[in-house]
């Protein structure tokens, strides 16, 4: 009598899962980076690279954009980058897809909004003042871009400098003027 034993490896590519976490903010700027937790299951190649994807404002996924890309075959959290122009919206999601085995991952379950950064501008001089001047209204010596941002320093309030306020200490003074996009400020 003999005994014959039969011993059968793993299928490679088996089942294999990744499912994508929320990141850490729901509001992004264009250019900024942004942290996406991922959790797997099931066995990937050590040569396996992740790679983060981001939708478009509605959602979908059906033209991704790559955001980063991480090499390894264990979970982690991407620290990816959203691309300069991209458009503002509040539908946004992202996931991660691996290409050894392929798999593509769940969409995250929040969406995130993502606003462009403002161009801000100011043109104009603002003449010198004296602690005796009446009240300078800045937006008639210069012209601001765009519209309905807000002017800060010593002795603005709204659109208006009073020298009297900001006296002479720490002359000449800085004013800035600052436009906010939703999680996004510039200013000049």
């Not at 990744?18 to 299951?41: D, K, L, M």
């Not at 969409?107 to 001089?125: D, K, L, Q, W």
């Not at 603005?156 to 600052?178: E, L, R």
Request: include cysteine; aromatic fraction near 8%; hydrophobic fraction near 30%.
């Amino acid at each position: 009598r003999f005994y014959l034993k039969f011993y059968f490896p793993p299928l490679p590519g088996g089942s294999a899962d990744i499912t994508t976490g929320n990141p850490s903010q729901s509001q992004y700027c264009e250019g900024q980076n942004i942290q996406i937790p991922f959790n797997i299951s099931g066995t990937f190649d050590p040569s396996n690279v992740f790679t983060a994807q981001l939708s478009n404002s509605s959602g979908d996924f059906s033209s991704p954009v790559n955001i980063g890309t991480l090499s390894g075959n264990s979970s982690g959290t991407f620290n990816a980058t959203i691309p300069l122009s991209t458009l503002n919206g509040t539908g946004y999601r992202v996931r991660v897809v691996s290409d050894n085995p392929s798999v593509i991952g769940t969409a995250s379950s929040n969406t995130i909004e993502i606003n462009s950064i403002p161009s801000v501008s100011y043109t104009g001089s603002l003449p010198a003042q004296c602690e005796t001047s009446s009240v300078m209204d800045l937006l008639t010596a210069g012209t601001v871009s765009p519209s309905g941002g807000t002017f800060t320093g010593n002795g603005v309030s709204g659109t208006n400098f009073d020298a009297s306020i900001a006296g002479t200490t720490g002359s000449p003074h800085t004013i800035t003027y600052t436009v906010v996009n939703g999680a996004c400020s510039a200013n000049a």
